[in-house]
């Protein structure tokens, strides 16, 4: 299914007028990532507050929807943005790191993995990382199809 697809199946269903999304998927292991944001494992994300500005592009905001997409551009589930803070990398906490529901859902993990990311992107932009870089911290929840609830 497309993303196009799954809005309309998303604001039909739930009487929603038509609004703006994003649809989009993650950059690293999109799949894995997608799946679980699907299962309610992933309710956070991170992203280089730099490169925000360097392509002139707003940052998240909290009530904007986006549709998730896999590695093959297939929808996977629609998410709605609640909350959004920029902060320095070195002081992203250890719940924002669980929420992000990635390896072992530490900060330890978490600031391995993505300072290796974010090294590699801002390297790309012809800027270097350090831990005083700003990050852009994003919570979201699934709201299409709902997450199916453990019994």
């Given at each position: 299914m497309t993303g196009k697809e799954l809005w309309e199946a998303f604001i039909r269903e739930n009487h929603l007028p038509d609004c703006e999304y994003e649809a989009w998927a993650f950059g690293v292991e999109p799949d894995l990532l997608a799946q679980l944001v699907a299962a309610g494992e992933k309710t956070a994300t991170a992203s280089a507050y730099?490169?925000?500005?360097?392509e002139h592009e707003p940052l998240p905001a909290a009530g904007?929807?986006?549709?998730?997409?896999?590695?093959g551009e297939e929808a996977v589930c629609v998410i709605r943005t609640n909350r959004v803070t920029v902060l320095p990398f070195h002081a992203v906490?250890?719940?924002?790191?669980?929420?992000?529901?990635?390896?072992?859902?530490?900060?330890?993990?978490?600031?391995?993995?993505?300072?290796?990311?974010?090294?590699?992107?801002?390297?790309?932009?012809?800027?270097?990382?350090?831990?005083?870089?700003?990050?852009?911290?994003?919570?979201?929840?699934v709201v299409y199809p709902p997450v199916a609830e453990t019994p």
């Open positions: 730099d490169l925000y500005e360097l904007e929807y986006s549709v998730i997409l896999d590695s906490s250890a719940e924002h790191a669980c929420k992000e529901g990635e390896g072992d859902k530490s900060l330890t993990y978490w600031r391995e993995v993505h300072e290796t990311f974010f090294t590699e992107c801002l390297k790309e932009a012809g800027l270097e990382f350090t831990p005083d870089r700003k990050v852009v911290c994003e919570e979201f929840e």
